[in-house]
């Protein structure tokens, strides 16, 4: 009954235990993902907030458009203010000019009937008349409908500035709105399931890269191989090669001295052919006179 009992416990320790472990590894994983969609969280905060700024940013923009399209305004209304005065001008330098018409035509009726002293200081009296008259002439000359619509051309390129500004304003908040939306109702087992797979991609591409770097390990250690096979051939061909140069200098070598001997051979042969006196007794005439002479004596 004891031992019964004890090996009931000793497997109930067992089986605790190897919950204990598998809840330590549930509770490990749990933490990595944790750590996952508190990266992921930071994440999605960060772009919030470059969204803000570039909002912020957008915003700012904006007002300053709007500011110059005011002072543009502003001074559209000064212009306009400028032009009628510049009509007013016109207008009064006309009447001035048809009141010094008229003036000059009853002068020139009175010339015609004083005498020429009164008439000469009559011209010198009314040419700075007509002198003084000139510069609203020339003011009412100038174009100011011509600056106006400079003024109306800038008015709407900045304007068209602004709507843009607006439209990229709008896409922000939209984006910004669909960021929100996306914490608001984002699914934690989704997100899990989401981490989870991004892992095993993250695990199978270091698993590509891995069998990538071991492929191109083999195909360098080939090659160094290849190489070193290379340069030993290279080597036994060079050491052939100064042999076979050593060899054929010892052959010229020999050819040389047995040419040269030759030579010697062939320069010393006439030497040796040339006829010589012999006191050896022959069998003719002079030999037997030769005999019997030393045989007498």
Do not use: Y
């Not at 912020?56 to 032009?83: F, H, I, M, N, P």
Request: a negative charge; proline letters at 3%.
């Amino acid at each position: 009954m004891l031992q019964s009992r004890r090996q009931d416990l000793e497997a109930q320790i067992r089986g605790l235990r190897e919950e204990v472990d598998k809840g330590q590894g549930r509770l490990q994983a749990t933490h990595e993902e944790l750590l996952i969609l508190r990266r992921e969280r930071r994440e999605h905060s960060r772009g919030l907030e470059r969204a803000r700024s570039e909002a912020g940013e957008a915003l700012s923009a904006l007002r300053r458009l709007q500011r110059r399209v005011s002072e543009l305004e502003e001074e559209s209304r000064l212009q306009d203010a400028d032009v009628s005065g510049a009509s007013l001008q016109s207008e009064l330098a006309h009447s001035l000019d048809s009141d010094q018409d008229r003036k000059a035509d009853g002068h020139r009726d009175a010339r015609d009937t004083l005498c020429p002293e009164i008439q000469e200081a009559l011209s010198h009296q009314s040419s700075p008349q007509e002198e003084s008259l000139e510069p609203p002439k020339k003011r009412a000359s100038l174009s100011p409908g011509e600056i106006l619509e400079e003024k109306e051309a800038e008015v709407a390129r900045l304007q068209d500035e602004m709507a843009l500004q607006r439209a990229e304003l709008q896409s922000l908040r939209e984006e910004l709105q669909r960021q929100k939306e996306l914490r608001a109702h984002e699914d934690p087992e989704e997100a899990l399931r989401g981490a989870l797979s991004d892992r095993d991609e993250a695990v199978n591409k270091a698993l590509e890269l891995s069998l990538e770097l071991s492929r191109v390990s083999l195909e360098r250690d080939s090659l160094s191989r290849e190489l070193f096979r290379t340069i030993r051939q290279k080597v036994a061909l060079t050491q052939e090669l100064e042999a076979w140069q050593d060899d054929m200098q010892v052959v010229i070598g020999q050819q040389l001295r047995s040419q040269r001997q030759k030579e010697l051979s062939a320069t010393e042969w006439p030497r040796r052919a040339a006829p010589r006196f012999s006191l050896r007794l022959g069998p003719g005439p002079a030999g037997g006179f030769l005999s019997s002479l030393f045989r007498r004596t």
